[in-house]
């Protein structure tokens, strides 16, 4: 299986901060992947695919880059809605794979 | 905009099974794959398997073959997720998710359904 490692596991930070998370795939996997924001007691959504194509209805301050192996997901100006987790996910190969996840709390 | 409608909570004891559906609102099961996802109090998503409804076929995460069974419905538009041996640490929310693709493959995971939760415990 192909491990996915996230850094920070979690932050805290302010409403309008600039916020970066990393994910790093144990191989290359091109760029399968995925990010997804979950809140307490919700489902996951999509945020992003195929690493930095915004899902249908995503607000524009989310954005994803990288390959191969090192990936980001940005929020460019933090609103008090984004405070959540945020999951990174591979889809190169079966089975997917999951980040263990990095919570963006409130400094 | 389709939504996957699950079942309800279970409560179930040790070495017993449980069945969970994921049935889409407004739609059908589609040749999109519907995965089945787990995440324990606290802790992150765990992929479990998936199938793609047209053709019946299922693919499981190592961690859970022989005790899996991921089965779909075209009749009813339904997908089923069955695990069996239940002890404590299945103790989770279970979670139906609609690929992006309709590829028949797993692609990533645009729909998702509310969610069940299931307890093991005597």
């Known amino acids: 299986d192909i491990q996915m490692t996230q850094s920070p596991s979690s932050l805290s930070t302010s409403v309008g901060d600039r916020v970066t998370i990393t994910c790093r795939a144990g191989?290359?996997?091109?760029?399968?992947l995925n990010w997804y924001q979950q809140k307490p007691g919700k489902a996951p959504k999509l945020l992003i695919f195929?690493?930095?194509s915004l899902h249908s209805g995503v607000p524009s301050r989310f954005s994803g880059s990288g390959s191969g192996t090192d990936f980001t997901l940005t929020i460019s100006s933090l609103q008090p809605e984004d405070f959540a987790t945020y999951y990174c996910?591979?889809?190169?190969?079966?089975?997917?794979?999951f980040g263990q996840g990095t919570k963006v709390e409130i400094k | 905009q389709v939504q996957l409608v699950q079942s309800g909570a279970e409560v179930k004891k040790p070495g017993s099974s449980v069945k969970v559906s994921c049935k889409p609102s407004?739609?059908?099961?589609?040749?999109?794959?519907i995965s089945w996802v787990r995440q324990a109090p606290g802790q992150g998503l765990e992929w479990m398997g998936g199938?793609?409804?047209?053709?019946?076929?299922?693919n499981y995460a190592q961690e859970f073959q022989g005790r899996i069974k991921i089965t779909a419905d075209e009749s009813t538009s339904t997908a089923y997720m069955e695990l069996s041996s239940l002890r404590s640490e299945d103790t989770a929310v279970y979670y139906c998710?609609?690929?992006?693709?309709?590829?028949?493959?797993?692609?990533?995971?645009?729909?998702w359904g509310q969610g069940t939760m299931v307890t093991v415990s005597s």
């Open positions: 191989q290359s996997i091109s760029s399968y």
């Open positions: 195929a690493a930095s």
């Open positions: 407004g739609g059908t099961l589609s040749s999109h794959a």
């Open positions: 199938i793609i409804p047209i053709f019946g076929s299922a």
């Open positions: 998710a609609r690929d992006i693709s309709e590829a028949g493959t797993y692609d990533g995971f645009d729909i």
């Open positions: 996910q591979q889809s190169y190969r079966t089975p997917p794979t």
